[in-house]
C-alpha cells in the first residue's frame, strides 16, 4: 500500500513535469493558419522554454511570434524549431531557442526600454527583443550577416530595430545609455565599455570565458555594479579588439 502511495505520487510529478502549459493568453496566440511552422513554434516555447522554467509572459508571447525559420538559412529551415544552435554560416550560429529565451527573461524587459545587442548574427534575437522592447540597436561584426539581418528584420517589418556594421566592443556611444545590454558572443572578459553604457538600474547579460564560458548578469545600482553568475554556456568566441586584449 505504501509502496503504491509513494508510486502514485511519483508519477504525479512525471506527469506534472511533462505538461507544462502556456499561459492561456500565450497559448491563445497559435491562431496564424497560413504559418506551417505555427505548431512546431508553440511546442518549441512549450517543452523547451516553459519546462525550462521561463515564465515571463512577454519572453513567451515573443518567442511564439517571431517566426524562427525565417532567420535561419534556407537548407536548415526544417530543424529552425529544434532545441539546439544552428549554423547560420560565416562560422557562427544562431543560439538555441532556450538561451535566447533565457538571456531575455533575466533582462527583465517590461516594455518602452532602449537594449543593445552585440552579435546580431540571423538577426532572431533582435527580432525578439524588439518585440518586447522600444528600440533595438544591434552591432554585427561580419559584414554578409550585417547585411542579411537588416534585411530580413526589414521585411519582417521591425522598424524600431538599428543595424550597424561593425566591432560591438565600444557599444554604441551615440545612442547610449541602454536600460538592457545583451552580448551574444562570448569575450574573455567583460568589455567595460559596454558597462560604461549601462544606464543606472540597467541590466547587462554576457557569457563570459574561453573554453569554459558562464552567463553573467550585470545590474547597475546607485552607480555600483553588481555581479552575478547564472548558467554555464557555449558561444562563439567575441572576434575584434576585444580578442586582441584577450590575447595580451
Ligand atoms: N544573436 C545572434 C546569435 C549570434 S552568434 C542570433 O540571434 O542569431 C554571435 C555573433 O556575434 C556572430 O554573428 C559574430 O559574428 C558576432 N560577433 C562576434 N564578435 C563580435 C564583435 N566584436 N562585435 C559584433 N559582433 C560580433
Known amino acids: 500500500m505504501h509502496k503504491k502511495f509513494i508510486f502514485f505520487i511519483a508519477a504525479l510529478f512525471v506527469v506534472g ?37 521561463v515564465r515571463d509572459s512577454l519572453v513567451l508571447r515573443a518567442m511564439m511570434k517571431v517566426q524562427r525559420h525565417r532567420y535561419v538559412p534556407e537548407s536548415s529551415r526544417r530543424f529552425a524549431y529544434y532545441d539546439e544552435p544552428l549554423p547560420i554560416g560565416h562560422d557562427q550560429t544562431i543560439s538555441q531557442p532556450y538561451i535566447v529565451a533565457y538571456m531575455t527573461e533575466a533582462l527583465g524587459l517590461k516594455g518602452g526600454e532602449k537594449v543593445l545587442e552585440i552579435g546580431t548574427g540571423s538577426g532572431y534575437q533582435a527580432a525578439v527583443l524588439a518585440e518586447i522592447a522600444e528600440e533595438v540597436y544591434t552591432i554585427e561584426i561580419v559584414e554578409p550577416l550585417a547585411e542579411r539581418a537588416k534585411e530580413i528584420l526589414e521585411k519582417e517589418g521591425y522598424q524600431n530595430v538599428h543595424c550597424r556594421c561593425g566591432d560591438g566592443y565600444q557599444g554604441w556611444p551615440e545612442a547610449a545609455p541602454f536600460d538592457a545590454i545583451i552580448v ?60 586582441k586584449k584577450g590575447k595580451k
Not at 23 to 40: C, H, I, L, S, W
Not at 42 to 47: F, P
Not at 186 to 201: N, T, Y
Open 17 to 53: 513535469a511533462f505538461c507544462q502549459r502556456l499561459p492561456r493568453e500565450v497559448g491563445e496566440m497559435n491562431q496564424n493558419t497560413d504559418d506551417p511552422y505555427a505548431e512546431k513554434r508553440q511546442e518549441m516555447v512549450e517543452r523547451q522554454i516553459v519546462a525550462r522554467g
Open 184 to 243: 551574444t558572443a562570448a569575450p574573455p572578459r567583460v568589455p567595460q565599455p559596454l558597462v560604461d553604457q549601462l544606464k543606472e538600474g540597467g541590466r547587462m547579460i554576457v557569457p563570459v570565458g574561453t573554453w569554459f564560458q558562464e552567463l553573467i548578469l550585470l545590474t547597475r545600482v546607485k552607480g555600483r555594479v553588481g555581479k552575478k553568475r547564472l548558467i554555464p554556456v557555449r558561444f562563439v568566441p567575441m572576434t575584434g579588439e576585444m580578442q
